[in-house]
C-alpha cells in the first residue's frame, strides 16, 4: 500500500517537473548543440584574432573579480551584521547597478568619465586640468565601468552568504575567551572563506559574459562578445561566431561550475 | 556589539559602505538631471520624456507586454516544477534541480547566438525573443518557491489536513496556495524586471517591429541627443523599482544574481 503511494508521488513529482526539463532541451540543449554542429565543421578552428580576444576578456574579468572582490568584503560584512542608520537604503542603491543591462552602464560611463563627463569637468574646475577626460573609451573606463556594476552585486551575494553563517561558533569561541583578532582569525575568516571564493567566481563569470559595456566603450581593446557581435552581424561569419560563443560559454561554465561546487561543500 | 577596540575600524568601514551606496546613484542621477534638458538637437520644442514615448512608444508597450507574458509562463513552469522537486522527490531530482540553475551562468550572447542558430526559420517571432528571456527568469522561480516549500512546516500541515479529511484539491487552495504568496510576489518582482531589463538576448532578437525598450534604449544612446538618451535611461529605470522592492523583501533569504539582470 505504501509502495504504490510512494511510486504515485514519484510519478506525480517527475510530471510536475517535466514542462520545465522540456523547455530546457528545446531552448538550451537543442540550440547549443546545434551551435556546436555549427563550429565543428571546420574543426573548431581558433585563429589567433580569437585567442587575443579570450586572453583580453579573461585578463579584464579577472582583474574586475579581484578587486570587486576586495573592495565588497568590509560593505558584505557591515551590511549582514552591523546596524546603522539607512541601511535599507544603502542596499536599495547597491541593488541600481545591478538592474542596469551593460549599455546603460557603458552609457552612463560616457556621462561621467567621457570627453566632457561630470568627473572630468569638476577635476577641471578644482586642479585646472581636465583629468580622466576620455578615460570611459580606454582600458580604465571599461575597468571603472565593470567595476561599477560588479561591486555591487559581489556585496549583495556575499552579504547573504555571510547572513548564513552560523554565529554560534562565534559565541561559542567568545564564550571560552578568544578575542576579537582571534575569532576573525580563527572562526569567521574559514567559515567565509568558501563564500567568498564562490563570489569571486560568480563576478569573473558574470564580467565574462557582459557585453553591453564593451559595445558602448571599447574602441581598441577587443573583447571576445563584442567580436562575436560584430563577426555575426559585420561580417556575418556565423561559423566564427558560433566557434567564440562556445569558447565563451565554456569559460564561463567553467568559473560558475567551480562557484557551486564551493557552495556545493560550504555545509 | 562592537569593542571598543573596532569603533575606528567600524567607522572606516561605515564610510565605505556610504561610499559605495552613493557612488551606485550618483551616475544615474546625473543623467536625471540632463534628462530635463530639451532636446535642441531633434528639433523638438517638447520635453525629452514626450520625444522618447511619441519615438519609442511601441518599444516600451512592446517590453511591458513581454516582461507580463515572461512574468507567467515562467510561473506556470516553476511553480509546479519546484513543488514536484520538494513534495514529490524522485530519482534524479537533485540533478533536475542543479540543472535549473545553469542557464544563469550562461553569458547572454552565446545563449542568443544559439536561439538564431537553432531556430533560424522561427526568427523574429517574439515567443522566441520570451523564451529566451525565461532561461534565465526559470531559475529565481524555482529557487525562491523551493526555499519557502523546504522551510515551511508544508509537509506537516498538508499532512495534518489530509488526516482531518481535506481533499486535495481543498489542500492545494487552502494550504499550499495561501503559503506560496508572498514567494510567487517575489519571484513575480524579480522576473518582471530581469525581463524588462535583459539585452543581451533582446539585442540580438530583436526586429524593427518588436523591438524591446533596452535594445531601444542603445538605439537612443547611439543617435540621438544627451537629453533624449538621458530620458530613455531615466524610463528604463522605472522598470528597475520592482527589483529593488523585490531585494528589500527577500530578507533573509539567499540570493544570487546570475547573468540575467
Not at chain 2, 539585452?199 to 541627443?225: D, E, H, K, M, R
Amino acid at each position: 500500500m505504501m509502495d504504490v503511494q510512494e511510486r504515485r508521488s514519484r510519478w506525480l513529482g517527475a510530471a510536475l517537473t517535466a514542462p520545465l526539463l522540456l523547455f530546457f532541451l528545446l531552448i538550451l540543449a537543442y540550440p547549443v548543440g546545434r551551435l556546436a554542429l555549427l563550429a565543428a565543421p571546420n574543426g573548431m578552428h581558433v585563429d589567433a584574432a580569437m585567442l587575443r580576444s579570450l586572453r583580453n576578456s579573461l585578463v579584464l574579468s579577472l582583474a574586475v573579480a579581484l578587486v570587486s572582490i576586495v573592495v565588497c568584503i568590509i560593505p558584505a560584512w557591515a551590511l549582514a551584521r552591523w546596524n546603522f542608520r539607512l541601511k535599507l537604503l544603502v542596499r536599495s542603491a547597491l541593488t541600481v547597478p545591478i538592474m542596469f543591462s551593460g549599455v546603460v552602464v557603458g552609457f552612463l560611463a560616457i556621462l561621467t568619465i567621457g570627453r566632457v563627463g561630470l568627473v572630468p569637468r569638476f577635476l577641471e574646475m578644482l586642479t585646472g586640468k581636465p583629468l580622466l577626460s576620455g578615460a570611459a573609451y580606454g582600458a580604465t573606463g571599461l575597468v571603472l565601468a565593470y567595476l561599477y556594476f560588479e561591486i555591487p552585486r559581489a556585496t549583495l551575494a556575499l552579504e547573504s552568504a555571510f547572513r548564513e553563517m552560523n554565529i554560534d561558533y562565534e559565541a561559542a569561541a567568545a564564550t571560552l575567551g578568544l578575542g576579537p583578532v582571534g575569532r576573525m582569525r580563527r572562526v569567521i575568516a574559514p567559515l567565509a572563506r568558501r563564500a567568498i571564493i564562490s563570489t569571486f567566481l560568480l563576478t569573473f563569470s558574470v564580467s565574462l559574459g557582459s557585453y553591453g559595456v564593451a559595445l558602448m566603450l571599447s574602441r581598441r581593446l577587443t573583447l571576445l562578445p563584442v567580436d562575436i557581435y560584430t563577426a555575426f552581424t559585420g561580417f556575418l561569419d556565423d561559423e566564427r561566431a558560433a566557434t567564440m560563443s562556445l569558447m565563451l560559454l565554456l569559460f564561463a561554465l567553467i568559473g560558475a561550475a567551480c562557484s557551486r561546487f564551493l557552495e556545493g561543500t560550504a555545509e | 556589539m562592537i569593542e571598543r577596540w573596532g569603533t575606528k575600524r567600524f567607522a572606516a568601514g561605515l564610510t565605505l559602505t556610504y561610499g559605495l551606496a552613493l557612488i551606485a546613484v550618483l551616475p544615474p542621477l546625473s543623467a536625471l538631471m540632463q534628462s530635463f534638458q530639451p532636446p535642441a538637437s531633434e528639433g523638438w520644442s517638447g520635453s525629452a520624456y514626450r520625444y522618447v514615448l511619441d519615438t519609442y512608444g511601441s518599444s516600451l508597450t512592446f517590453s511591458l507586454r513581454l516582461a507580463l507574458f515572461v512574468v507567467v509562463a515562467s510561473l506556470l513552469l516553476g511553480v509546479p516544477a519546484a513543488y514536484g522537486l520538494v513534495r514529490h522527490p524522485f530519482r534524479g531530482s537533485r540533478l533536475v534541480e542543479q540543472l535549473t540553475v545553469v542557464p544563469l551562468a550562461v553569458p547572454g550572447i552565446s545563449i542568443a547566438m544559439a536561439i538564431i542558430i537553432g531556430y533560424s526559420a522561427q526568427r523574429g517571432q517574439w515567443l522566441l525573443l520570451a523564451a529566451g528571456h525565461m532561461l534565465y527568469t526559470v531559475a529565481y522561480v524555482v529557487r525562491i518557491v523551493m526555499n519557502t516549500l523546504r522551510n515551511l512546516p508544508l509537509r506537516e500541515l498538508d499532512d495534518a489536513a489530509r488526516t482531518l479529511g481535506a481533499s486535495r484539491l481543498d489542500r492545494l487552495r487552502r494550504i499550499v496556495a495561501p503559503l506560496l504568496a508572498a514567494p510567487v510576489a517575489l519571484a513575480s518582482l524579480i522576473v518582471f524586471a530581469i525581463s524588462w531589463g535583459e539585452f543581451n538576448v533582446s539585442f540580438l532578437l530583436a526586429t524593427p517591429t518588436q523591438l524591446p525598450f533596452p535594445a531601444a534604449l542603445y538605439g537612443t544612446y547611439t543617435s540621438n541627443s544627451g537629453p533624449v538618451a538621458a530620458a530613455a535611461t531615466a524610463i528604463f529605470l522605472l522598470g528597475a523599482l520592482p527589483l529593488i522592492i523585490a531585494v528589500q523583501l527577500a530578507g533573509r533569504s539567499r540570493f544570487d544574481y546570475g547573468q540575467g539582470a
